[in-house]
């Protein structure tokens, strides 16, 4: 009897994991959301979006795959900003901020030293859970109404020793060439977004 307890939990569990991990589709709109930046001053996602779109990546202050990233993603915000397409990250993480939603002091001057995009703090991982975000770096890329063109990696080599597939530039290329995406999603990898507990 325990253990069919047990699996019938299991399942159950499973379930509301994938349902909680669908999020938005591609198609989809993202609609508009307030979150506060660093300084604890709220920005809107309509404010901050660029004339072609905007580009939102889930990042984290000590997730060693963001690490390994962030040079490249600085690199494709400067790129793609002077083409009109806005890079906002936003940092999900419980334990990267304070119970207020401020980040942690540490956290704060890693983002000033590090990025040249501005980042949000979402507290209490709700617009993570709004959108299905899961892991650290993980893009969201959307169009100038807020439609989701592409979800998932930034490109397939977290070290960049042998980047064969330039994901997110390569949409970012075709949306701005007024094609259709092509490919729409890839296989976010990382750190797992440090949930807070409900």
Not at 61 to 90: H, L, T, W
Request: glycine share 8%.
């Amino acid at each position: 009897m325990m253990k069919k307890f047990t699996f019938i939990l299991t399942v159950l569990m499973a379930m509301a994991v994938a349902v909680s991990a669908q999020g938005v589709a591609i198609g989809e709109k993202i609609e508009n959301f307030s979150l506060a930046n660093t300084e604890g001053v709220t920005k809107t996602f309509n404010e901050m979006k660029g004339k072609n779109g905007a580009v939102i990546m889930f990042v984290s202050s000590q997730c060693p795959v963001v690490k390994d990233y962030n040079e490249r993603m600085n690199q494709i915000a400067a790129d793609y900003g002077a083409k009109g397409i806005a890079f906002i990250g936003i940092n999900s993480n419980a334990t990267e901020m304070d119970a207020t939603g401020r980040p942690a002091d540490w956290v704060a001057k890693h983002i000033a030293a590090t990025y040249q995009f501005p980042v949000l703090m979402d507290k209490g991982n709700v617009f993570a859970d709004r959108v299905g975000a899961t892991v650290t770096p993980e893009a969201y890329f959307v169009d100038a109404s807020g439609m989701l063109l592409y979800h998932g990696a930034i490109d397939n080599d977290k070290k960049a020793l042998n980047i064969t597939n330039n994901y997110l530039r390569d949409a970012f290329d075709l949306a701005l060439a007024g094609k259709p995406v092509a490919k729409t999603r890839a296989a976010a990898f990382g750190c797992s977004v440090k949930r807070a507990t409900k």
